[in-house]
């Protein structure tokens, strides 16, 4: 099968002026859901899906699919369904989803090219709110999808000015009533940048990836004595912040200890509140939220009974209270082996160096996993860079990993 790289790079460019950035360096990117820049990607994708002769369908959540029913399959069998998503963060690359939406679909023109005709009816997705840059929540739409959260639920979500998604949605046009459940397929597949140097480094073309972090997040509260700065003496303080510090650094230093045993283990504390919050005031109180990751599930509690030992020990030494409440808990998902048997052939079939990796960025696919075979794979980015106009892929690079994603969906699709 023959994917054209120009075709590809066109739609991925023109995708691209929808709510573009201005950019010192590289080229950026601003679409949120229910924008006006939202409602462009998906219009232009909607007609690249007519073009294509598929049968397009929207969910309430706006979940976008495009059916392809090959001369010869059965129409009432389990489809493979392949994507990723069009939405972005703030001032985000231009291939960071739209690569996975628009190989997804470039892989059905290829197989249409070279009159491949599986078995099973092709479905190409693009799912709402994966970034989570408006509406608060990340994988929102592949959430619904595959079960794990109610429409209603999510229609309800609003986002800083009170505007509900449902509304937003509607505002666009891209409110539907057609149904879009995961679980009726057959495999689904994602084609998604690294985000990392694995690739590069290793001058691979192609990442076949075996597991998906498991995310552990939680609140961090410490507080102390608020006081004045100019008159509390230092050694009469209760200091939150001075504690928090402290904590910071042990959570720092756990991390980098279980990262020695597991390449994927990382622990960040990326949020956080002071209060009162004032120049001349010793701080009161101080709230933490943590992001802590790994392959392991085992490794990320290790993590978290670390962070319990240190603020119990820093409770002792400071003279301050503390809590932690582990409020979310994903375990890591791994990736069917059917998946990783197709894509490691394709990859072969295709031409293409792979090597097998985890992801530590959460991913569409690692709710898709929880309802049906789910697998996913990465291109490589230059640098490592993402969520940023740095992002950079380069076209071959995207052709060659497409090329694979084609070849891995032919295989699920015919079996």
Same mark, same amino acid.
């Given at each position: 099968m023959h994917v054209d790289v120009d075709r590809l790079r066109e739609d991925i460019e023109a995708n691209a002026r929808f709510g573009a950035v201005d950019a010192s360096e590289g080229v950026g990117r601003t679409v949120l859901t229910g924008s006006e820049a939202d409602r462009q990607v998906r219009e232009r994708f909607v007609e690249r899906l007519d073009a294509a002769g598929l049968s397009v369908r929207v969910d309430p959540v706006g979940n976008i699919v495009g059916r392809w029913? @090959?001369?010869?399959?059965? @129409?009432?069998?389990?489809?493979?369904?392949?994507? %990723?998503? #069009?939405?972005?963060? @703030?001032?985000?690359?231009?291939?960071d989803g739209p690569l996975g939406v628009y190989a997804a679909l470039e892989s059905v023109r290829a197989m249409q090219s070279a009159d491949v005709s599986p078995d099973r009816p092709v479905e190409v997705v693009s799912f709402t709110e994966e970034e989570g840059g408006r509406f608060g929540t990340g994988t929102l739409g592949s959430s619904v999808a595959s079960g794990q959260r109610p429409a209603a639920e999510a229609l309800s979500l609003t986002d800083d000015d009170g505007v509900s998604l449902e509304a937003a949605l509607r505002q666009i046009g891209?409110?539907?009533?057609?149904?879009?459940?995961?679980?009726?397929?057959?495999?689904? &597949?994602?084609?998604?940048?690294?985000?990392?140097?694995?690739?590069?480094?290793?001058?691979?073309?192609?990442?076949?990836v075996d597991s998906i972090t498991g995310i552990t997040n939680c609140k961090v509260r410490i507080t102390g004595e608020a006081d004045h700065a100019g008159s509390t003496p230092m050694d009469e303080r209760t200091d939150a912040l001075a504690a928090a510090s402290e904590f910071v650094l042990d959570l720092e230093r756990a991390g980098r200890e279980c990262a020695e045993t597991s390449d994927a283990a990382v622990a960040t504390a990326g949020k956080g509140t002071i209060a009162p919050n004032a120049r001349n005031i010793v701080?009161?109180?101080?709230? #933490?939220? #943590?992001?802590?990751?790994?392959?392991?599930?085992?490794?990320?509690?290790?993590?978290?009974?670390r962070c319990r030992e240190s603020l119990t020990?820093?409770?002792?030494?400071?003279? &301050?209270?503390?809590?932690?409440?582990?409020?979310?808990? %994903?375990?890591?998902?791994?990736?069917?082996?059917?998946?990783?048997? =197709?894509?490691?052939?394709?990859?072969?079939?295709?031409?293409?160096? %792979? &090597?097998? #990796? %985890?992801?530590?960025?959460?991913?569409?696919?690692?709710?898709?996993?929880?309802?049906?075979? =789910?697998?996913?794979?990465?291109?490589?980015?230059?640098?490592?860079?993402?969520?940023? @106009?740095?992002?950079?892929?380069?076209?071959?690079?995207c052709?060659?990993?497409?090329?694979?994603?084609?070849?891995t969906v032919r295989a699920l699709a015919s079996a």
């Open positions: 029913e @090959p001369d010869g399959c059965d @129409p009432d069998a389990a489809p493979v369904a392949v994507g %990723s998503h #069009l939405d972005s963060v @703030p001032r985000g690359g231009i291939f891209f409110g539907g009533d057609d149904t879009v459940e995961a679980g009726r397929w057959d495999s689904w &597949v994602e084609l998604h940048i690294e985000q990392g140097t694995t690739l590069t480094d290793a001058g691979a073309g192609v990442g076949i701080p009161e109180r101080v709230e #933490l939220d #943590l992001d802590i990751r790994d392959s392991d599930h085992d490794t990320m509690t290790r993590m978290v009974e020990r820093i409770a002792a030494d400071r003279g &301050v209270e503390t809590s932690l409440d582990r409020y979310r808990d %994903s375990e890591p998902t791994p990736c069917s082996d059917r998946f990783l048997s =197709a894509a490691g052939t394709a990859a072969t079939t295709a031409g293409v160096e %792979s &090597v097998r #990796l %985890s992801s530590g960025a959460m991913h569409d696919t690692a709710n898709v996993a929880a309802v049906t075979d =789910a697998g996913l794979l990465f291109a490589p980015s230059e640098g490592g860079y993402s969520h940023s @106009p740095r992002e950079w892929t380069d076209w071959d690079d052709a060659a990993a497409t090329a694979v994603l084609a070849e």
